[in-house]
């Protein structure tokens, strides 16, 4: 007879607490739902409990990041919540290191529940930080859930967040806790991820007996599961607007038998959790000032939700150009950050535009260098490798054109670009405006930091136009 498993995830929820505006896609272009909350995320996994007591419900990472609350208060203003969301485990994602390593531990020690990772160690003791694996009872299942979290922290975050930190891929851990967690007899293994979706399906074809993947990390919403050397494996969009719903029936520590739904949690189709509701509106409470203060409005649709360029990055580069002299301005490929509908925009709501509110700097680089920059953000974003795509959207930018070919070698995908209307010489050099540790990593001793931090640029922006309508001409284009 089979054992039967309900699997709930929820991943990338970047501090996303109510309900929200959404971005869907319909055959008229991108349009706006009110999906999403805590609150529902919670009475969605309590009704299910209410009628099964086979429920696993995990967190795939970025929790501790992305907007004012969590960022003002690195991380606490979130504990309430989690200590009453019934959580089962929850593996760490690149976000969650924003506050250091110390600070981290200190969050998730006060967790409820499990924090797992199996290839973050510590760089002294060489010994993971967090527990690799557990095995939990759920119901009559026995499953091994073990953590693997984003492997390239110290290649695309700032220093401070793997200071003391070592990070590989779980490539040579997992075949080991796999066979520990076959010794123990496990009904089921499943691994929980902040690798992104492109890297787990290619992990699952290198290493063998993982029955589930809850990928997380980019932000993809996977509507039918993806099966690779028969493991499954699914990711629940972000922003807390979705629930992945897996049911599984086990035979002999085999799948036998799946159904699987994306659940977008639309208010009215799903209430919220009175308690989880009070508690939310709690932690809100302190920024009320912050979502009152109006700072201007808005014509065009700000969202995030376009690999190239996207309106809410065109925002901040436009801005970083109208307050500096400079050549061209760049914004990172950032995916968090839920759409602002056209009208009124709030002080809180441009501190989940870029909730790091990192600090403006000028650079000046050759010809030769912008273009290996661009080349590189390119490798990142599109490598024939997934082990090799490091995450986030195309570098964004205003005051520069390019096409490229996205399947093209490496080093070998641009294929026209012009600066300012003119076109691009490798020899001569380029003003750059821009904020944060995060662009140009590789130049950061070039940098002159402005003393100006990315939110002040924004407001000055919104002072001097009041509303703004952008103009969204593509100006980066796959050819």
């Keep these: 007879m089979q054992k039967l ?3 709930v995830q929820q991943n990338d929820t970047h501090g996303v607490l109510t309900e929200h505006p959404e971005l869907f896609w319909g055959g008229n272009g991108p349009f706006i739902r009110n999906v999403g909350g805590f609150a529902k995320m919670a009475q969605f996994v309590k009704e299910l409990r209410s009628k099964n007591e086979n429920v696993l419900f995990v967190d795939g990472g970025d929790l501790f990041h992305g907007t004012a609350p969590l960022v003002f208060s690195k991380g606490e203003a979130i504990l309430p919540l989690l200590e009453k969301m019934s959580l089962d485990a929850v593996v760490p994602g690149n976000w969650d290191f924003a506050y250091g390593k110390e600070q981290l531990l200190t969050l998730t020690e006060k967790l409820p529940f499990s924090t797992l990772a199996c290839n973050v160690l510590d760089q002294q003791t060489k010994k993971p930080i967090f527990a690799p694996y557990e095995i939990k009872e759920i119901g009559e299942v026995k499953a091994g859930l073990i953590g693997l979290t984003y492997p390239y922290v110290n290649v695309t975050m700032p220093a401070s967040f793997s200071t003391g930190l070592v990070f590989n891929k779980g490539i040579n851990q997992l075949p080991n806790i796999i066979q520990q967690l076959k010794a123990e007899s496990v009904d089921v293994i499943i691994l929980i991820s902040h690798m992104g979706l492109p890297l787990d399906v290619k992990l699952a ?36 607007s979705f629930v992945g719903r897996l049911d599984i029936g086990l035979e002999n520590s085999h799948i036998a038998a799946m159904n699987y739904q994306l659940v977008p949690l639309e208010s009215e189709d799903y209430q919220g959790d009175g308690e989880i509701s009070s508690l939310t509106a709690s932690i809100l409470a302190p920024y009320e000032s912050m979502q009152e203060n109006r700072i201007g409005a808005t014509k065009t649709l700000l969202h995030r939700g376009t690999l190239n360029e996207a309106p809410m990055d065109k925002l901040i580069t436009e801005a970083y150009l109208h307050q500096y002299e400079a050549d061209l301005a760049f914004s990172h490929g950032w995916r968090y950050g839920t759409p602002i509908p056209p009208g009124p925009v709030t002080e809180y709501d441009l501190f989940q535009i870029i909730p790091a509110n990192p600090e403006i700097f000028l650079v000046e680089l050759s010809g030769e260098q912008l273009i290996k920059a661009l080349e590189t953000n390119l490798e990142q974003v599109f490598s024939a490798d997934p082990f090799e795509q490091k995450g986030g959207y195309i570098l964004r930018s205003s005051g520069m054109s390019m096409t490229f070919k996205p399947y093209n070698p490496k080093g070998h995908r641009i294929q026209t670009l012009s600066i300012n209307g003119r076109e691009f010489k490798r020899e001569d050099r380029y003003k750059i405006v821009s904020a944060g540790e995060q662009i140009l990593k590789k130049f950061e001793n070039a940098k002159t930091y402005q003393n100006t931090k990315a939110i002040d640029v924004l407001k000055e922006f919104f002072r001097m136009k009041n509303t703004i309508e952008l103009d969204l001409v593509p100006k980066i284009s796959s050819v």
């Design 205 to 240: 074809s290198l290493v063998s007996g993982i029955d589930v993947i809850l990928s997380g990390h980019s932000h993809d919403r996977v509507m039918k599961p993806i099966v690779e050397n028969q493991t499954v494996i699914v990711q629940a969009g972000s922003s807390s």
């Design 5 to 7: 498993l309900t699997i």
